[in-house]
């Protein structure tokens, strides 16, 4: 079945540095894919939508110069937390749909999150 | 978005059948009911989706209100590892084809 993998897994940074998540579909390509976050306890939100060859689209309340999102791919989407701070500090999940993303009737793959701890 | 309604939690006993119950009252003619899992510490996992009819997959069984405005997943056996929190959302183009994820229904099952 399609996979999306995500790296890395976990990663603790410290307060002002960088972190670069990847987000990978690895047997079919995604012209579009998700970025949602996850407070502990709580459910995903949507962060933004990755498409590629364009600029990302972010969901209100998102600072687009604070988590830098590149498609550069049709199998590839990164997101750069840059400057963390501890309240950065989430699950992060990407997902890409498979098949034409115009298609409601698409399932959605997801990646298995990337625990960041911002120290 | 048309939103919905799901229990905080339910608990279901090994090997039982379990109906996680959804409504959706405001649902649009162009809304697909999707149902996913989110393990502990994973990401989501696609269980099935419809959009009138009955579904059924090897994971689950959807069943569909004839008015729409509500939907049961069915798991048929339960076991320890369906332990998970299950969330029911509806996607139509109006959202993106994004998914716009509620609280879900935590369900609990015990051996």
Redesign the interface.
């Known amino acids: 079945g399609a996979v ?1 993998s ?1 790296h890395p897994s976990w990663v603790i940074c410290k307060s002002g540095t960088s972190v670069k998540i990847e987000c990978r579909s690895l047997d079919f390509q995604a012209t ?1 894919m ?1 970025w ?1 976050r996850q407070f502990p306890k709580q ?4 962060m933004a ?1 990755s498409n590629e060859g364009s600029k990302a ?1 972010y969901e209100q309340g998102v600072e687009k110069d604070k988590f830098l999102i590149n498609h550069a791919s049709l199998t590839l989407s990164t997101l750069t937390v840059t400057s963390a701070h501890p309240e950065d500090s989430s ?1 992060y ?1 990407c ?1 890409a ?1 498979q098949g034409a ?13 990337t ?1 960041l701890t911002v120290t | 978005d048309a939103k919905t309604t799901q229990p905080n939690s339910m608990e279901s006993n090994e090997e039982e059948p379990v109906h996680l119950p959804c409504n959706h009252s405001t649902i649009s003619g162009t809304d697909y009911i999707h149902w996913y899992r989110q393990l502990p510490s994973q990401g989501p996992e696609y269980v099935i989706h419809g959009l009138t009819s009955n579904v059924n997959n090897r994971m689950a069984s959807l069943a569909i209100a004839e008015d729409r405005k509500s939907s049961t997943l069915i798991l048929h056996r339960a076991t320890l590892r369906d332990a998970a929190v299950y969330y029911c959302i509806l996607r139509n183009s109006n959202s993106g084809y994004a998914l716009n994820f509620g609280k879900g229904t935590s369900l609990l099952v015990t051996p």
Request: proline residues 7%; aromatic residues 14%.
């Open positions: 999306v995500q579009t998700f949602y459910s995903l939100m949507l939508t689209t699950f999940i997902s749909p993303v115009s298609g409601s009737n698409s399932p959605l793959h997801f990646g298995n999150g625990r």
